[in-house]
């Protein structure tokens, strides 16, 4: 005799289930992916900055090491006499571009607002290609201890020509300031006190703002806020 054995349908998903769960996940997806690459691309642009503000950092020491201290320093050469007296005798290049040529640099800037910034990198600047692919623009701006200014500023795209190029993004400023005899993010210090002898720092509030508003003081901002890129 024949027995005959029950069998219970085999289990699945429905075509209109498979749908629906397709789509739950296209949704998160859509949610969470750009926000993974954004952050993955602020840590990308936050650790050449990191590099970019060591290259300038070590340039004091080695230029100390080599009986040049920075306050023996002649901010009133031209950019191009400084740089090579004083700035490319310590990095590591790839090429120099000097004042005139372009090629070290993108062929167009912006601000963080959008505006154009690309005459900001002018033949006043004396430009290089460093070893890691950063782009370095140097530029002297003649100050004395006795009356602190800004004795030279530096203008570094930390990806060189790759995009963005923007302040704020991937293009930052540090300067040299009388009296001081330190190479600091640019938005660092907002004056010097006749009084105290000393540079008085920007408030943090007004660092965001100048970073938020052109991009100017963003380096400054990354740094304070513990190498932090806390803005889009």
Not at 150 to 164: L, M, W, Y
Not at 204 to 229: F, Q, R, Y
């Amino acid at each position: 005799m024949k027995i005959f054995k029950k069998t219970s349908p085999k289990g699945g998903f429905t075509l209109v289930e498979t749908l629906v769960v397709l789509t739950a996940i296209g949704v998160v997806a859509a949610l969470v992916i750009p926000a993974i690459v954004s952050d993955t691309q602020k840590q990308r642009l936050i650790a050449a900055l990191q590099k970019s503000n060591a290259v300038l950092t070590s340039v004091a020491y080695h230029a100390q090491a080599k009986n040049l201290r920075m306050e023996d320093w002649n901010y009133n050469a031209d950019s191009e006499t400084f740089a090579k007296e004083y700035i490319m005798p310590f990095v590591n290049t790839l090429k120099e571009c000097g004042t005139n040529s372009d090629e070290c640099f993108a062929k167009s800037y912006t601000y963080r607002d959008g505006s154009d910034a690309t005459s900001v990198i002018s033949e006043d600047h004396y430009k290089a290609t460093l070893a890691d692919g950063a782009s370095l623009a140097i530029k002297s701006g003649g100050c004395t201890d006795a009356n602190p200014s800004i004795c030279a500023s530096f203008i570094v795209d930390t990806n060189g020509t790759e995009g963005p190029n923007q302040w704020g993004k991937d293009v930052f400023e540090f300067q040299i300031l009388g009296g001081l005899h330190a190479i600091v993010p640019e938005g660092t210090f907002e004056s010097y006190d006749d009084a105290t002898k000393k540079w008085v720092f920007k408030e943090a509030d007004k660092v965001t703002e100048d970073c938020l508003a052109k991009g100017t003081s963003c380096a400054a901002k990354i740094i304070s806020d513990g190498w932090e890129m806390n803005y889009q």
